[in-house]
């Protein structure tokens, strides 16, 4: 599903979102080994002009000591939203759905969570198009860990203006089933791309982390995915390592470790 929006006067073929990607971290200061990788891969893949990191707390740790060199990377202060239309926002959760939209309004780019994995440019997505997410058409919501949008786009607008509806008590409704019903009545705002090119759907955890298994789809296809990170512990309980590290991943026999060794070492296979 592709379009434009009506009163754009873009002509086909025009950039219309900016190649700037955006992180948001509230409360996160220290950054994983895994968050590094996954930063380092939308900065060697997508190629951005600036990635920008929106945060409440300066990030830390020695894993950020090796992407604050970087070139066009820039920490933004942000302060957590903790109202939306008068209405109070508790869950951290869904403070960092509302600064994405918030962030997106004002700058356009790439919003990309803090554990998606980028296989390859997102230039297709930049033009002719103002607003671009992944469908989980099985769980009828977006996936808005992986959001690319024009400044003040459209569809943002509806998103946001839908928060006057905000419940903080249900998880994932505001941000992922309204707006999935709002592309539902109103196709023609946006993009929509299907889980074969964004992977946000739970089940791509069992391909990326669970050795020998039957993969419907090789990782190297997608354009990104989310990596559902924090929630291994439960959905894959057989996996031992707490935390992934440059030993562990060297000899890691899996789609997660082919995709770690080939940022960090330069090769997808496994290191002596």
Known sequence: MSSRDGDSGVLPGSELVPNIVHFIRFGQPNVT???????LSAYRNIKPRMMYVHCDTPPSGPWWEQLRSLP????VGRARPREIFGIKVNVVQHASDIARIEVLLERGGIYLDNDVYVVKPFDVFRYNDTYTVGMNTVEHNIGNQIQIAAPNATFLRMYYNSYRAFNDSLWYYNAGQVPAELLRRTPS????????????NVGVMNQLYRQNVNRRRDWHEYYAIHLFYHHRHYIIKEDPIKEHDPENIKQLNTSFG?????????????VQ
Do not use: N, P, W
Request: hydrophobic share 45%.
């Open 258 to 270: 082919q995709m770690m060794r080939k940022i960090y070492y330069g090769t997808e296979d496994l």
């Open 33 to 39: 080994f895994t968050e590094m990788v996954c930063m």
């Open 189 to 200: 705002v946006a993009r929509v791309v299907g889980l074969e090119e964004f992977g946000v």
């Open 72 to 75: 066009h990377l820039s920490v």
